[in-house]
């Protein structure tokens, strides 16, 4: 992502917010039809978003 202050290409992780006391953000992902995830699975979507913490949301919302 590019920074909206500076443009530069940074992680959002490592923006800084000058007169926020809270950010934060969220990425999902729904799978519609598929069979239940394995954990082998969600355990390799968290290693190539470098580690971030993941959590799997299963079943109807």
Known sequence: ???PSCA???G??????EDDYYACGHLGF????????TSDFTREIGRK?????TVLLAGKL
Request: proline letters at 4%; hydrophobic letters at 40%; glycine letters at 12%.
């Open 49 to 53: 978003l470098g580690g971030h913490r």
């Open 1 to 3: 992502m590019h920074c």
């Open 12 to 17: 959002i992780d490592r923006w800084s917010w």
């Open 30 to 37: 729904t799978f519609w039809g598929w069979a239940e995830l």
């Open 8 to 10: 530069r290409p940074s």
